[in-house]
């Protein structure tokens, strides 16, 4: 009883760290943790629909099945109260308004299960208008982008080609601008 108390009081004082972002300052923080510009508006969307931006949503659908944060990460990703999940974070991180952790685990979500992992992407983005980011200012002129070490900028290569077959699956339209 008194761990259900003192994880209550940790969602409560995650909400205050909680942001609710703009469609321009999310864009512009995705493209800052070095999302892809090709696949962006797809991102945008999911985020609005399943979130309406805002990093302390929380979706309760059982007593086992929770979604959580910016991008509604089921709880077999994280686990309350400590590391753990397929991406080995707490679930209670996925609600502060850090988001680089959060899109690390929707990236990897992404990588294994691509955007159908996302219902509310299926039915509201997939094959729709999608959110028109190109009037963002930060479209044009994008913030200066975290530092990247040549590692992990392979790792981000053959990433896109990993997110290029997923697309390909899913049958959306394909760019080789920025791959």
């Known amino acids: ?19 609710v972002f703009t469609r321009c300052q999310l864009t512009r923080e995705l493209l800052k ?7 962006l508006s797809n991102w945008v969307c999911l985020i609005e629909q399943e979130s309406d931006r805002n990093t302390a949503a929380l979706v309760t659908k059982s007593a086992r099945r929770k979604y959580y944060g910016l991008f509604q990460i ?3 990703w994280c686990k309350e109260g400590k590391k753990g999940g397929k991406c080995d974070i707490t679930c ?19 990588e294994q299960e691509g955007f159908k992992y996302w219902s509310k992407w ?10 028109d980011i190109e009037k963002c200012p930060d479209w044009q002129f994008p913030p200066s982008r975290s530092s990247v070490s040549p590692g992990r900028d392979k790792r981000r ?4 080609k990993r997110t290029e077959n997923s697309l390909r699956r899913l049958r959306l339209p394909i760019s080789n601008a920025n791959l």
Do not use: W, Y
């Open 33 to 39: 943790i070095n999302f892809q510009r090709t696949f």
């Open 1 to 19: 009883m008194a761990a259900r108390c003192v994880l209550a009081l940790c969602f409560v004082f995650l909400v205050v760290d909680a942001k």
């Open 122 to 131: 299926e039915a509201r983005c997939k094959g729709h208008v999608l959110p």
């Open 92 to 110: 209670e991180a996925l609600l502060d308004d850090d988001i680089k952790d959060d899109s690390a685990c929707a990236l990897k979500v992404f």
């Open 157 to 160: 290569i053959k990433r896109s």
């Open 74 to 76: 089921g709880s077999e």
